[in-house]
């Protein structure tokens, strides 16, 4: 019975992580209706862990998307190596009211799954490494392109301190 409940829960993060890459990957035609307020594709590029006690890999290559569906609200999805070594993927939604945006900066916070880090008992799927997230970011654009600054908090049990995240983003 345990083995089929861990089954269960891994389909479920699979599904769960495919659906919200699916949503954030549409072709240019679906960009004009659900990404009305633009399409962002994203570059995960390097990562700080703030007073780590072991090292971490600093270098976290991946690819994601940001489908900004209204002024405030992106779905948001991607690929990318974490600071452990293991891929990671993850899913969810983006908010950056209006209140919190000056010229070039935005205020967000993003929240939703991400795999590849032992959640302990707050984790689902296989071993326990799909976990809940919420983040806030620092969005910053000129023009076409821009980068995100995120926060990511502490994971225990995974020994992973509070982390900066650093990615790159084009405009489409």
Excluded at 143 to 158: D, F, M, Q
Aim: charge should be positive.
């Amino acid at each position: 019975m345990r083995a089929w409940q861990c089954r269960l829960r891994t389909s479920r993060a699979s599904f769960l992580t495919v659906a919200a890459l699916t949503v954030s990957a549409w072709t240019s035609a679906a960009h004009a209706g659900w990404c009305g307020d633009g399409l962002w594709v994203d570059a995960m590029v390097a990562s700080y862990h703030v007073h780590p006690d072991k090292d971490f890999e600093q270098f976290n290559p991946g690819i994601g998307a940001e489908c900004w569906v209204a002024p405030q609200w992106a779905v948001t999805g991607g690929y990318f190596r974490n600071s452990l070594s293991k891929p990671s993927f993850y899913g969810g939604g983006v908010w950056g009211p209006d209140f919190l945006h000056w010229n070039y900066i935005r205020l967000a916070v993003m929240a939703g799954l991400i795999s590849g880090y032992d959640y302990g008992s707050y984790g689902i799927g296989h071993n326990h490494t799909v976990g809940p997230v919420a983040a806030p970011l620092i969005m910053l654009e000129y023009k076409r392109v821009g980068a995100n600054i995120i926060l990511v908090p502490p994971i225990p049990s995974s020994d992973l301190p509070f982390t900066l995240g650093f990615m790159l983003r084009v405009r489409f």
